[in-house]
T-cell receptor, first 111, second 115 residues
Framework: DAKTTQPNSMESNEEEPVHLPCNHS???????IHWYRQLPSQGPEYVIH???SNVNNRMASLAIAEDRKSSTLILHRATLRDAAVYYC????????????FGTGTLLAVQP | DTEVTQTPKHLVMGMTNKKSLKCEQH?????MYWYKQKAKKPPELMFV???????INESVPSRFSPECPNSSLLNLHLHALQPEDSALYLC????????FGYGYTFGSGTRLTVV
């Protein structure tokens, strides 16, 4: 199984950018990199996903290393509402869209 | 409609009870999932349905019985549960299970307490 490694926790200040790292050294060529976040007492929420190229959407940007062994989720201006657990996940199984969650990064945002 | 709706939001049941969790989506998604999440742990995949057929059962005990009556509805039938089954049960859907790159939409979950 392709696995991801994330820091257990990170802190940020409000209105500053946040860079959340993820290592996935055993990624295969067909694995997409997904990011989800889970706010307290809610279900996970899709943030962004990508394969090889950097991706941007209204929530965040995803920067993927050239060798694809790591990626970074970028929140451009953190708000208090961004405090959540952020999960970096790879498609699992080679032929299915199965998502297996790792332990994630707990992001705290200070005012 | 871009939501996955789960009912009930909270459920307390005894170990001899039979209850059901319900999940509904109207996005035309053809894959639906059940996850279980214990406190301060990541969600764990339980079942995957693709085109209304069970594709994956992650070795879940038989006291959990999934059902997909149609493409919009997913149920999880519960019987003779144990207190350690108390958890947040999450339903999710995605465009497809056999094609890459589709994001999941999750419901807000059912908080289950077994007494």
């Amino acid at each position: 199984d392709a696995k991801t490694t994330q820091p257990n926790s990170m802190e940020s200040n409000e209105e500053e950018p946040v860079h959340l790292p993820c290592n996935h050294s055993t990624i295969s060529g067909t694995d997409y990199i997904h990011w989800y976040r889970q706010l307290p007492s809610q279900g996970p929420e899709y943030v962004i996903h990508g394969l090889t190229s950097n991706v941007n959407n209204r929530m965040a940007s995803l920067a993927i290393a050239e060798d694809r062994k790591s990626s970074t989720l970028i929140l451009h201006r953190a708000t208090l509402r961004d405090a959540a657990v952020y999960y970096c996940i790879l498609n699992y199984g080679g032929a299915t869209n199965k998502l297996i969650f790792g332990t994630g990064t707990l992001l705290a945002v200070q005012p | 409609d871009t939501e996955v709706t789960q009912t009930p939001k909270h459920l307390v049941m005894g170990m001899t009870n039979k209850k059901s969790l319900k999940c509904e989506q109207h996005m035309g998604h053809r894959a639906m999932y059940w996850y279980k999440q214990k406190a301060k742990k990541p969600p764990e995949l339980m079942f995957v349905y693709s085109y209304e057929k069970l594709s994956i059962n992650e070795s879940v005990p038989s006291r959990f019985s999934p059902e997909c009556p149609n493409s919009s509805l997913l149920n999880l039938h519960l019987h003779a549960l144990q207190p350690e089954d108390s958890a947040l049960y999450l339903c999710a859907s995605s465009q497809s299970f056999r094609e890459f790159g589709y994001g999941y939409t999750f419901g807000s979950g059912t908080r289950l307490t077994v007494v």
